[in-house]
């Protein structure tokens, strides 16, 4: 553990010092494999904790899976985007991916919140570089909110961490651990309990692009090179799932449980809400998919509030929107450069410029609707069942009626740039074939979701939710 | 002592919440910065740990009383306006929202007694970040959002120090936020932002929408 994040350092100050594109290739993959040398230790010394502050648990190897699988071809889509596109401040681009990364696997591992705390907090510098990338006005902008928002979040979170730290202050355990606060929540006062509940889910809410602070999120990934909006709708967004998941664990046992769920059924009804009206209003592409990801991040967030077999649920649905939100933001970029725009109305016909684009963009959008057999089909399917068993009609009815809302302005958005009639002139860019079959393939990991019925994945998501 | 210390800084509160000039602004940050030290000063110097006090004293004394006054003074010297011309609400609006907070933060603090934290601290943090989120939510120009943001920060480190005199630890977390956000966004303001727009309102960041 303390190598990799020893290597990964060395490797970000190597990749900024010697500042050469081929350099910060072969960096780059040695980061790979660090990264996957690092899995591969993580489910060797399943259940081990390192370093006394970084736990090989079911939670953070599942994360730690994911992000291996997206970024790889994060790297590979980036390196073409900066080859091919954008000559600007390669060195520092991918210095910053690498720095997201290595803060990110620091949130999963961390058994400590005030170790987790420290990696968000680094991953809002490490982003806000990215985000930056282009140097523009709205660049400017997006960074500047970004920055902004999320240390106004950050505060919060830490004002909650100071509240569950009064309740830990004269124990002799380290300070701040899952497992020493789990025991010392069940006694503690739960006045206490429910402001550092607040506090934390606003402050990580900026992460995990949720109701109230989502609207950061969306405008960053709106401004961000695509590679980096994959990665913020995936791999940044499970790191704030993880927040908060990890806190509603501690929660869980105590008298306070119950309502810290219903908090979060709330957040995720609102986020689903506001998700849908700007779903049907955006006519930005990339906006749409930032949209997307408040909608599915708000559905995970009732998952994990209804509980029982919905926290499974909360599991696949993480899972499979990795693969089809990483593969749909890659995407984005081909259309980009086949129309230049990123404005849906001015697309359509790229069935007949770019089919194999064309098909994932079809596939993907399926997927992300829940149409079977995307891995999303079976989440929903089961956060509705445990929604009925649980008798929550009304949060059934509104959801399912909030829910078609999505999937017309998905399908009808994202298809019309399929068929519709073009009012731009295609650039006619030639699109790399090989970058396209990366995107196919994490379709298909999304789809082979559907697919689990049991196996070491399965035990690996029974054991997080244990 | 400390109770002085308190209470001048729970002033600087509601002062801060009808001020216009950018200036007063200043003053009263630095202010607050120099309160924090004398607290900070006072609250740990019984605690046993000499090097963490000696960090947590000198960081306060060099951020927040010296550095970040002098980087909004740079801010506010390249502004061509002085005071803030555009509120969001009405200044004796914001008095009577601070107001509410303070008396919130007073149930509040009341409610959630712990034994060894001091009623009074907590209800002067807890005003202070409901003073700060006030601030940024009625102005439209961006320097008092910053002021917002490290009224906010310098409530979050008055609930540190409470609760840190028995979690040292706790309290170096909390600097970590301070170098953290001070230096980043402050630097990205005053390289970037304050560049480009010399009287900043966040209608000129409001291009990103749908």
Known sequence: MLYF????????????????PLACKVLSGLFITNLIALLVRAYASKGQTELAYFTFDGTAIIMLSLMVAVAIPAYIHSFYYLTHESDRGIPLYIAGLTGLLTSLVGVYLSNNLIVLWVFMEATTLTVSVLIYHHRSTHALEATWKYIFVSSIGIALAYMGILF????????GDIPLSYK???????SANPAYLRIAFLFILVGFSTKMELFPMHTVGIDANTIAPPPISAVMS???VNGGFVAIYRLLNILDGTIVGQWASNVLILSGILSVIIAATYLLKSNNLKRLLAYSTLENMGLV???????????????IHIIAHTFLKAALFFQV???????????ISKMGGYIRHYSAGALVLMLGTLGIVAFPPSGLFVSELTIFKAMLAQERWILFTVLVLVLLCCVYAIVQKLLSILYAKETVKPTGFKLSMSLTAVQYLLIGLAFYVFFFKDGFVMNLINEAIK | MNLAIIVLFGVTLMYISIAERFA????LVALQGVLLFFLAFSELSGANDLASLIFVVAETLIFKAIAVPVLLRNIVKKMKVAKVHAKAVPAFYSLLLVLVAMGVSVVLGDMLKIGNIEKIFMITALFAVFTGLILVITHKKIFPHLVGFLVLENGVFMFSLAVGSEMPFLVNVGILLDLF???????VFASRIGKRLNDPDVEDLSSLKD
């Open chain 1, 180 to 186: 020493g606060l789990e025991v010392l929540a069940a």
């Open chain 1, 5 to 20: 994040f020893i290597i990964s350092v060395v490797l970000v100050g190597l990749m900024l010092s010697i500042r050469k």
């Open chain 2, 181 to 187: 956000a001070s230096v980043l966004i402050l630097g």
């Open chain 1, 333 to 343: 970029r081909q259309v980009r450069n086949t129309f230049d725009t990123y404005e």
């Open chain 1, 234 to 236: 995936t791999l940044m």
């Open chain 1, 301 to 315: 967030a009732i998952a994990l509030g209804i509980g029982g077999v919905a926290r499974y649920a909360a599991f």
């Open chain 1, 164 to 171: 569950l730290g009064t309740i830990v202050s004269n124990s």
């Open chain 2, 24 to 27: 007063t602004y200043l003053k």
